[in-house]
């Protein structure tokens, strides 16, 4: 356990509490063939557990949804040894029995995402991985063990339909989303997901429920009570969020896994000849296949 590394992706309020947490943190910086990722990487301690968090949308929240440089996050992360990743996620709620400051353990996706790479291998080979189940099974099995024993309530599965953003959805779309099935509407799951599939990494997502979407009528409110109050939705659902986080980081769980499904999604994947993928690529990409 003591060499293992749980990667942890989030918000700029989930970082700044989980590095109060921490003991031995530093920053590292991680280059990749990618460009630079969102932010330096706080790596540190919880108890036996090795850490390593990065910040998804930047100091100072510098990113939106579509401009998060995920491919150099994930390989980033991938670098320094993760293998095992949890992320989190602010989203509104598409269901009334899902509460703004509950959270969700995500199971399935619809991803309506247009304009972001969503492939490590673009122009370089045909490289197709199976996504049927785009979470980790075993992982959302432990955190849905660890919410158990508290007090937060957590939706166990859920659909989370990704926009493109940056504008929210309107009325229509948000009454469309519900049709589908979805449960969550968020815009950063994606390509997110996909890409630590491609890099044999264990993913789950926890989502953080911070209104429901404009589906649902509300009373007219002042717009800026209305911030405060999502404001203040987003600030309960991070510390139970936190709080689920800590529970799986200390308990007895098997986090890292190299025999799960999650960890040889590359070994049928590529379809296109050896020959034809340059040296260049092959050196890029090798570290995709450790």
Known sequence: MQDEIIGIIGGSGFGDHLEGLLSDFEHIKVETPFGSPSSDILTGKMGERKIAFLNRHGKGHRFSPSDVPYRANIYALKKIGVRTLIATAAVGSLQ???????????EQFIDKTVRRENSFFIDAAAVH?????????ELNKFIAAAAENLKVK???GGTYVCMEGPQFSTRAESIMHRQWGGDLIGMTAMPEAKLAREAQICYSLIALATDYDCWKPQAEKDKHELLKEIIGNLQSATNNCLELVRAVLKGNFKLVNDECSCRKSLEL???????????TDKEKLKLLFD
Not at 270 to 279: A, K, L, N, P, Y
Request: proline fraction near 6%.
């Open 96 to 106: 009334e029995q899902i509460r703004p400051g509950e959270l969700v353990i995500v």
């Open 269 to 279: 994947a590529v379809w296109t000849q050896d020959e034809q993928i340059s040296e």
């Open 154 to 156: 957590t939706h166990h």
């Open 129 to 137: 991985c199976e996504f049927a189940n785009p979470t980790c099974a």
